[in-house]
């Protein structure tokens, strides 16, 4: 930025326009107008678009950047991003993404990064979370308000909610879970999707409709199992028709058991089904249970990061495993230990079975 000052007084100069002019268009004082061209101060990033819109310029124009060095470091920040994120070193590529965003102003995806990032610095209903929400609250409204990428801006409206949502459950953080209405109310409905708009347009059997129908079904399994752990309390308080049910459509939609991003969800059902047979007093149905549970487990941490669906239901679908959700777990193999170890409320009777150490000890 350090010639921004230069390039916006000859601008003004060749346009003919004042100082006051300038500043009166993008909400500052002539006074700050002056000390950019006076190289005494720069403008802040959130007024660069307003100031190329004024002179009918890009911001890449008034930061003088040229369009390959501009294409290779945007890329070098996205691969070093993906590296911090797979390893959840999230203070670091928060930092990456505020500098990134800084550089780029145009480039809203990094500044929706640099928000996820800010929520994800600290732990759920952690009470620093409540120091980040000014800052969450700015970039936020910098993306609402001159973003035009749609996905970026739903997408953000997301991150926003799931923010609120946790601070309303973080104690004496005074944000109440109604501040969410109005920016759910401005979502779009499912079946104003991409996914669901490309299944009704592109011709049958296209490899544009085909993929549609895929992702689609994928979704919809992944959001029937959200919906089923989200309906119950605790996991006694479960149907275990209902978990079967959706098992069983699951496993018949994806025979070749590639579940992909509802893997998460499939594995934990097993193992909330498990529990609630054992309370029920089938033990055998629940160590049947427990057992599939560990095998899913195991095979999901095996598997490599990129995997491509069989099923034909969802055939030719690429799986990216490193940026699956996994139901906030490091390691779904090791939570399903321990959640066998010492989570699920089982008898110590049952525990002690020969069977279900058996099971315990698979998972390595």
Known sequence: MIHIGETIKKLRKEKNITQDALANFIGVSYQSVSKWERHESYPDITLLPSVASFFGVTTDFLLGVNTVDKENRIKAYEEKYEALKSEQKYDEACNLMKEAAAEFPDNYLFLANYMNMLILLYPYKDPRNL???PEVERVYGVIQNFCTNDRIRVWTKGLMCNFLQELSETENSGVDISEIDPILEEMPIM????????MMLYPVGSEKRNMACAKGLSEMIQLIGEIINRKAGCILERRPDIIEAYLNFVNTAMPDGDYGQSSYLVIFNYGYLGVIRHHNGDNEGALECFRK???LAVKYEAMPDITTHT???VEGLEFNKA???KGGHDNIAYAIKDALADGYPLSDEFRATEEFRKI???IR
């Not at 079946?191 to 490309?198: A, E, G, Q």
Request: glycine share 0%.
């Open 311 to 313: 099923s034909y239901l």
């Open 293 to 295: 549970e560990a095998e």
């Open 323 to 325: 940026t699956a959700f």
């Open 131 to 133: 120091s980040l929400k």
């Open 191 to 198: 079946r104003n999707t991409k996914d669901y708009m490309s």
């Open 360 to 362: 315990i000890e698979s």
